[in-house]
């Protein structure tokens, strides 16, 4: 397939300023996309933004991507994240996140042959994606992070299970899923009172602990299923929580 020829064929594509073989387009008001040959010239390494383009931000991340494909896929060959990015003034991004055509599936519908040539890349801050998810972790990582807002915050990884003998809700099997922090947050004020509710939270190290009720809140490493419960109050709980997750 020709790249060039078909990004050139995309409805307003121009060349994307200070990027070589690079382009940008918008097939919609408030919808823009940023496109980039790959170093050896045989990808397109692609971005969007929903009510949020920036130029400049755009550039950067493709220029990185270019720069790291390799590494940023050393070790996962559907999702790769890298540090070291450095964003324009204004931006707080600290890394870049690339997904590969198993994952993201894109044009699947209007140009399917261009899809298994197409890797997306996008801004995003370490805390989000741990490098090791499989091809299942990555889709759902790839539908949560809302990737394409380039004004938002950071949304850190984050996997969890939970039994609560007071309100009886629990999640669902006996493995720790994918969650917002909200979630989490809510689920430690709720055990109060909930005599062995337990609640178990994973960050993108690898890292569990486990939440235990029993005439207040305990907590210890889970890690490795050993650890010593230890007493601790809600607030600091919820202070240790939100620090554990954005490490």
């Given at each position: 397939m020709d790249i060039r020829e078909t990004v050139g064929s995309f409805r307003d594509s121009t060349p994307l300023p200070g990027l070589d073989d690079a382009w940008h387009w918008s097939p919609a008001p408030g919808l823009d996309f940023a496109g980039a040959l790959s170093a050896d010239r045989k990808r397109l390494l692609q971005l969007s933004a929903r009510d949020s383009y920036d130029e400049g931000l755009a550039t950067a991340v493709l220029q990185f991507a270019r720069l790291h494909e390799d590494e940023l896929f050393s070790g996962n060959p559907y999702l790769g994240a890298l540090g070291g990015f450095t964003p324009p003034d204004g931006y707080s991004f600290d890394t870049v996140v690339a997904l590969r055509p198993e994952v993201h599936n894109h044009y699947r519908f209007e140009m399917p042959d261009l899809t298994?040539?197409?890797?997306?890349?996008?801004?995003?801050?370490?805390?989000?994606?741990?490098?090791?998810?499989?091809?299942?972790?990555?889709?759902?990582?790839?539908?949560?992070?809302?990737?394409?807002?380039?004004?938002?915050?950071?949304?850190?990884?984050?996997?969890?299970?939970?039994?609560?003998?007071?309100?009886?809700?629990r999640s669902e099997g006996t493995d720790r899923g994918f969650a917002e922090p909200e979630v989490l947050f809510r689920e430690l004020r709720d055990m109060e009172g909930g005599y062995e509710s337990i609640v178990e939270f994973e960050n993108r190290h690898g890292t569990v602990w486990r939440v235990m009720w029993y005439d207040g809140w305990h907590i210890a490493d889970w890690t490795t299923q050993s650890g010593e419960p230890q007493g601790i109050g809600l607030d600091e709980l919820l202070d240790f929580s939100r620090a554990r997750l954005t490490e």
């Open positions: 298994p040539y197409v890797t997306l890349a996008f801004p995003a801050y370490a805390c989000e994606f741990s490098g090791k998810e499989d091809l299942t972790e990555a889709e759902t990582r790839y539908r949560m992070v809302r990737l394409n807002h380039f004004g938002r915050q950071p949304q850190p990884y984050l996997k969890m299970r939970y039994i609560n003998t007071k309100t009886r809700g």
